[in-house]
């Protein structure tokens, strides 16, 4: 028979096992039920203001977002917000966006595309204290395509104004920009919605924003750039449809008759974003309880 203190060894030793062992049984399921929740923010140009409506909902019902994914306009919100995770910096900045902070038309540049893109550079070197990808606050990936080789690229490093001016080069429209010797176009060219991204970059939820729901146009194109817009904005609907399946959250902020260059309804297309999250928030937030 064992000696009392032998015994009282023994307990004291099955104790401690089994409190390490619950620790240790509770630490991984309590890291499995935190979701890493990503928010994919699609191309759309100016009917990208309601990206801004959506994450002012998000925000202000505390969904965690701890990734964003961006691919043209959905690079230039995405990225403004993950930079400075504050919807109403977010709201106030979009506000300040005009035509002439984006398109700087040139006849000089205009073989290769009548926009050169340097006033889009400058307009988030300018407003934007975060000046590399890695350093935003909230992970980022801007989307961006290869005209050589028709790859999607992700630009997770390196300057932040580039890399979204890169993701929102618009081919023919946007004169392309040479990054890390290639040259850079629309990321909506292969994946305007890249929820696939998402989760091969480990997130358990994707939340997608996708700005083509209806891509009809108020009227006859005018321009060479109106039907070169257009036509883009029909190949990316085509395209972007198979991709949205792999969302667990799909939100489509209405958004009808709203041109690629049309800066006159940002109130509206806020509301709009702000509705659809709303509408949207049930599904979230079931998403989120499985987790707890």
């Given at each position: 028979m064992w000696a009392p203190r032998h015994a009282k060894a023994f307990l004291l030793s099955v104790s401690v096992f089994l409190f390490l062992a619950s620790c240790a049984a509770m630490t991984p399921a309590g890291m499995a039920r935190q979701p890493r929740v990503a928010l994919v923010l699609g191309g759309g140009?100016?009917?990208g203001f309601a990206h801004v409506g959506v994450i002012r909902v998000l925000e202000q019902e505390k969904i965690p977002i701890h990734m964003i994914v961006?691919?043209?306009?959905g690079s230039l919100i995405g990225g403004l917000y993950a930079a400075n995770p504050n919807s109403f910096d977010l709201e106030w900045l979009a506000?300040?966006?005009?035509?002439?902070d984006i398109l700087d038309f040139s006849i000089v540049y205009?073989?290769?595309?009548?926009?050169?893109?340097a006033k889009l550079e400058g307009f988030i070197e300018q407003n934007v204290k975060v000046k590399r990808v890695e350093d935003t606050k909230i992970p980022f990936i801007p989307v961006a395509t290869d005209l050589n080789t028709g790859e999607t690229i992700l630009l997770e490093k390196g300057s932040l104004a580039k890399s979204i001016r890169a993701s929102s080069s618009i081919p023919g429209i946007f004169v392309p920009v040479t990054f890390d010797n290639r040259m850079l176009v629309d990321g909506g060219v292969?994946?305007?919605v890249p929820c696939d991204i998402a989760r091969a970059k480990g997130a358990d939820i994707v939340i997608a924003v996708n700005l083509h729901k209806d891509v009809k146009s108020q009227g006859a194109p005018e321009t060479l750039v109106d039907i070169i817009a257009q036509s883009i904005n029909i190949m990316m609907r085509e395209t972007t449809r198979n991709r949205l399946a792999s969302a667990d959250v799909l939100i489509e902020p209405e958004a009808k008759g709203v041109s690629m260059f049309d800066f006159t309804h940002k109130k509206r297309?806020?509301?709009e974003g702000?509705?659809?999250t709303r509408e949207a928030m049930p599904k979230?937030?079931?998403?989120l309880s499985r987790y707890r």
């Open positions: 140009a100016a009917k961006g691919t043209s306009v506000f300040k966006i005009d035509r002439s205009s073989k290769l595309g009548p926009v050169q893109g292969t994946n305007n297309l806020m509301e702000m509705k659809a979230i937030k079931a998403l």
